[in-house]
């Protein structure tokens, strides 16, 4: 972790304000990042190369909005075959370098009845399915095995995003996200468990990521594009070319949501 973090503090212009991960077919705002400067995974120690279309694998530092912000284009999941470690590797080299602020999006099935594609959620709690937890293992340093999980999404930054919504005239509605595992969609079955479970939007990632952030003492906004509707609610068929497709017309919105939360980010407490 360290060797990825001292390159990457080599490459960096400035200090970045904040981390935004990009999830599928939303890597278009990294386009709009100014004198950026390019990292590719494969630079970094021990960070493999994505395999998931939508996901090109690699940071953009520079700025947006004038802010100074590390974007992170494409992430890893667990159903590639990676562990937790490798999963949340980009997250924990961004603490490492004095980032404290995790802005992250995903694309994800809308499980509740009035979420379409293009839909945008604030995540306000999530439910891991995944049965899995990146703190598992000897503590690190800086990592407290037990941390309060009561707010894992940030309430002021939240609250931030709600009010950058609607100046924008954006329905940005809260909700709970749910992480499976994957790679396979979910079942109309499955659709109706999570939905009993209280689930908003599902998708296979986010939740590693965050439940890291936060143990590390990063302050969390999450974001969910709604790209398809969950399996039951639609005779049409899952595809992940449709997902991307929808994330790359959809995204646009989203895209404008984010430029007005770095604009309006106040800095993270300690920094």
């Known amino acids: 972790m360290e060797g990825a973090a001292e390159v990457l503090r080599a490459r960096l212009s400035h200090q970045p304000e ?35 279309a939508g996901h090109a694998g690699r940071f953009v530092q520079g700025r947006l909005e004038g802010r100074p912000v590390l974007i992170q284009q494409g992430r890893y999941h667990l159903y590639e075959g990676h562990s937790l470690d490798v999963v949340t ?5 961004a603490r490492a370098i004095g980032i404290r602020t995790l ?6 099935g809308g499980i509740r009845r009035d979420l379409e594609p293009g839909s945008l959620v604030a995540i306000d709690d999530h439910v891991n399915l995944q049965f899995r937890n990146p703190l598992v293992g000897a503590p690190r340093a800086g990592e407290p095995r037990f941390p309060d999980m009561s707010a894992p999404y940030d309430a002021e930054l939240t609250a931030l995003a709600q009010r950058v919504a609607l100046d924008l005239g954006i329905r940005l509605t809260p909700g709970v996200y749910v992480a499976v595992t994957g790679p396979s969609y979910e079942t109309p079955a499955e659709v109706r468990m999570l939905e009993r479970l ?13 439940i890291a952030a936060r ?8 974001v969910s594009l709604v790209t398809n509707v969950a399996a039951g609610r ?4 899952l595809d992940h070319a449709e ?20 604009a309006a980010l106040a800095p993270a407490p300690g920094d």
């Open 198 to 210: 209280g689930a908003d939007v599902v998708g296979m990632s986010t939740v590693p990521e965050v």
């Open 18 to 52: 904040a981390l935004l991960v990009l999830g599928s077919g939303l890597g278009h705002l990294a386009d709009a990042v100014v004198d950026a400067t390019i990292v590719p995974f494969s630079d970094l120690p021990d960070f493999p190369v994505p395999s998931v």
């Open 103 to 108: 802005i992250v999006t995903n694309a994800a």
């Open 215 to 222: 143990s590390a003492g990063m302050r969390c906004l999450g």
């Open 234 to 237: 639609s005779p049409v068929r």
């Open 243 to 262: 997902v991307v497709e929808v994330g790359r017309r959809a995204g646009a919105t989203l895209e404008r949501l984010l430029r007005g939360v770095v």
């Open 89 to 93: 590797r980009p997250v924990r080299t």
